[in-house]
C-alpha cells in the first residue's frame, strides 16, 4: 500500500539559509499535517491542512510557512534556519474526522532529519 | 489544554509481559491513540481506542477509562524488536497532541 513520501530524507544547512521540505500524502487523504521532533523530544505539531486550506496552527515560528497545492502535496518553508530548527520533520497524512465520529488514524512519513550547522 | 503523562523509560525481559501507563487531562475527549517509534524512524499506529475497555490486537493490547483519565498499553510475549519508543497521544481538533513518550528496553 502506498504511503506517506517525504524529501528530502536528510538536509543539511547552514545558518540563515532556506529550506524545503516537501510531503506526498497517502492517495485520497484530504489532511496534512507537520511536526517537528527535536532529540529526545516527542513531535510537536506545527501546522495542519484540509483540503488545501490551513485548518489548524500550532508552534510554527514565524519563520516557517505551509501550503498544500491542488494536488495535495505539502511543502514546509523555513527561512532564516537557526540551529535549534534541527530537527525531524514528520509530515503525517489522514481522512479528515468529522464532529461526532472518531478520530482517523494518521499515517506517518519517514521524515526529513535537517541538520542545522 | 492538554495534559499527557507516562513514564520516561521502562526496561522488561525478552518473553515478558509490560504495562505502560499513560494519564491524560483533556478539555473534551476524543479518545486517545498509541504510537510506537523505533529510533529515528516515523511513529507508526497500534491503537486507537474511544470507549471504555480492553481492545486486543494480537500480542498488543489497549485499555481506557474515561472517568479515571487513564490508558495503558500491554504487550505480551516481549521481543527485541519490541525495544522503541511508546507515544500515547489525544486528537485536539484533528491535530495529535503527544506525551513524552516511554522508552521501553528489551533485554535478552
Known amino acids: 500500500a502506498a504511503g506517506v513520501i517525504q524529501s528530502p530524507r536528510h538536509l543539511i544547512k547552514e545558518k540563515r539559509e532556506t529550506a524545503t521540505l516537501k510531503c506526498y500524502p497517502i492517495?485520497?487523504?484530504?489532511?496534512v499535517y507537520w511536526y517537528q521532533q527535536g532529540p529526545g523530544q516527542d513531535p510537536q505539531f506545527l501546522i495542519s491542512?484540509?483540503?488545501?486550506?490551513?485548518?489548524d496552527k500550532g508552534s510554527i515560528p514565524d519563520r516557517f510557512s505551509a501550503q498544500q497545492f491542488s494536488d495535495y502535496h505539502s511543502e514546509l518553508n523555513m527561512s532564516s534556519l537557526e540551529l535549534g530548527d534541527s530537527a525531524l520533520y514528520f509530515c503525517?497524512?489522514?481522512?479528515?474526522?468529522?464532529?461526532?465520529?472518531?478520530?482517523?488514524?494518521?499515517?506517518f512519513g519517514p521524515g526529513t532529519r535537517l541538520t542545522v550547522l | 489544554g492538554q495534559n499527557i503523562d507516562q513514564p520516561t523509560e521502562m526496561t522488561a525481559t525478552e518473553g515478558a509481559i509490560v504495562q505502560i501507563n499513560c494519564t491524560y487531562q483533556?478539555?473534551?475527549?476524543?479518545?486517545l491513540f498509541w504510537y510506537q517509534q523505533h529510533a529515528g524512524e516515523a511513529p507508526t499506529f497500534l491503537s486507537y481506542?474511544?470507549?471504555?475497555g480492553l481492545e486486543e490486537k494480537g500480542r498488543f493490547s489497549s485499555f481506557l477509562s474515561r472517568s479515571k483519565g487513564y490508558s495503558y498499553l500491554l504487550l505480551k510475549e516481549l521481543q527485541m524488536k519490541d525495544s522503541a519508543s511508546y507515544l500515547c497521544?489525544?486528537?485536539?481538533?484533528?491535530?495529535?497532541?503527544f506525551g513524552q513518550g516511554t522508552e521501553l528496553s528489551v533485554k535478552p
Open positions: 497521544a489525544v486528537p485536539q481538533g484533528g491535530k495529535l497532541i
Open positions: 481506542n474511544v470507549l471504555d
Open positions: 492517495p485520497r487523504h484530504d489532511t
Open positions: 483533556t478539555s473534551g475527549f476524543n479518545g
Open positions: 491542512f484540509y483540503e488545501k486550506m490551513q485548518s
Open positions: 503525517a497524512s489522514s481522512l479528515a474526522s468529522g464532529r461526532g465520529r472518531s478520530y482517523n488514524e494518521q499515517f
